[in-house]
């Protein structure tokens, strides 16, 4: 049977990607950031995931303004890296786990998740830097990826009770797949940010921790936060934080906190990254 | 368990967020073709073509005149009021090849080095930020 191992909640944004490519992830600007993830990188390593289920939001890339989905699973058989804007990112075509994610969005229909169906997309620096953070630049990444988009961009976006209920219902699906895999969810987004208006640059060092602490055993609390405050206190960003949550409902009743980071600035942005396992 | 149950109630709490517009369907519906002509731009051919002649390509879209003057400007705050979209305006300041950070900081009363000392020393507060009616 396919099981649900571990969960990491992790920032995913762009300028990483361009500190990876151009070969400034150790200067003095991107080192503490990354020096964060240099403990998952060796427990990646070790663990061999077969497969990540990436929760992850498009950022005006695969989606336009036309279609909005609120939770979309990609179905396909591997997906290129998108071109944003100055070309595509050097980074391999990220692989696919078709049947896996075809028997998890087909669950999480019959289970009342009315899941849209992805079959081919390019994937942005929403879903690529995440895997640069923990895999570096392998020729080739060394899982295969379900992509899960989740619209955290235009309101109503989903609340934080339902992604959690989703991370749940994920679970489940994953719980009745007859292959013997290694799974792991990932939430990624976030932590504080605004990238908008006269408010732009809100940093909120505080709440953002109290955030992680939240999904550190067995509290409910974090599905309750309402919209109105991740907007008030995180910034018009940080509502992306929302993602974790699918990641933390996908763990089950407790989690064990294995690893975290957190770092202040990285561009406009709040960096937080959690590892965590579930505890049976 | 979200807590909100009616739409007006969820909506109208968004207008007491100070210096920020969220991006309500009222502002997708407003901005739909402002933010489809800035996703235009991913495409290399079109970058071309609008930076030949920015008026003309804009002529193409079903732009208000009041879109297009702010686009012209390189006004954000105008174009986040007219339904704009930070991330699909985003490839409009990339094809200028300025970074998110300086064009974030274009949105406020900050210079952009000023706002990078600001990100440098964490960020602005939320302190003050979080409610205009509460002014906490
Ligand atoms: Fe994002």
Redo the contacts between chains.
């Keep these: 049977m396919a099981r649900i191992t571990a969960g990491v909640g992790s920032s995913h944004v ?2 990483l990607g361009v500190a990876v490519d151009q070969g400034k992830s150790g200067d003095a600007y991107f080192g503490p950031i990354f020096a964060g993830y240099e403990w998952t990188r060796a427990w990646e390593a070790e663990q061999k995931p077969d497969v990540v289920v990436l929760v992850y939001n498009d ?3 695969a989606f ?3 279609i909005i989905p609120t939770f979309a699973i990609g179905c396909g058989e591997r997906y290129k890296p998108a ?4 070309g595509p990112r050097p980074v391999p075509d990220v692989e696919g786990h078709a049947d896996l994610a075809w028997h998890i969005a087909q669950s999480l229909i019959l289970d009342d998740f009315d899941m849209t169906i992805i079959n081919e997309m390019d994937v942005d620096h929403g879903l690529t830097v995440p895997l640069s953070m923990m895999f570096g630049q392998p020729d080739k990444w060394p899982v295969k990826v379900i992509p899960l988009a989740v619209n955290v ?4 976006v989903p ?4 992604c959690w209920a989703l991370g749940e219902a994920i679970r489940r699906a994953v719980a009745s797949f007859p292959d013997d895999l290694n799974v792991q969810v990932w939430g990624t987004g976030g932590m ?1 940010h ?12 505080e ?1 953002d921790n109290r955030f992680m602490d939240l999904l550190v055993g067995d509290s409910q609390e974090a ?2 936060i ?3 405050e991740y ?6 960003e940080g509502i992306e934080m929302v993602m974790w949550l699918i990641m933390r409902g996908a763990l089950g009743r407790e989690t064990r906190c294995l690893h975290r980071h957190y770092h ?2 990285c ?2 942005t ?1 960096i937080g990254h959690l590892v965590l396992e579930p505890v049976e | 368990m979200s807590g909100h149950r009616d739409i007006h109630e969820y909506l109208a709490e968004f207008d007491d967020i100070p210096g920020t517009r969220v991006y309500t369907a009222a502002r997708a519906r407003k901005g739909y073709h402002l933010n489809q002509f800035a996703m235009s731009l991913m495409k290399a051919e079109n970058r071309e073509r609008w930076k030949a002649d920015e008026r003309a390509y804009l002529d193409q879209w079903p732009l208000t005149e009041e879109q297009k003057q702010a686009v012209l400007a390189r006004d954000y705050n105008r174009m986040l009021d007219l339904g704009g979209n930070i991330y699909f305006l985003s490839k409009i300041f990339s094809t200028d090849g300025i970074p998110f950070a300086e064009a974030c900081s274009t949105m406020t009363d900050m210079t952009f080095p000023e706002y990078r000392e600001m990100m440098m020393n964490g960020g602005r507060s939320p302190e003050g930020n979080r409610s205009i009616k509460g002014g906490y």
Excluded at chain 1, 153 to 156: G, L
Excluded at chain 1, 159 to 162: D, F, H, K, V
Excluded at chain 1, 231 to 236: A, F, H, I, K, P
């Design positions: 762009p300028l950022h005006a890339s336009d303004a036309n071109d944003e804007g100055w961009v235009t309101y109503p609340s934080g009770n339902r504080s605004q990238l908008q208006g006269p408010r732009a640059g809100l940093l909120n060092r709440w599905r309750a309402p919209h109105i907007l008030r206190e995180t910034g018009s202040i600035p561009s406009n709040a």
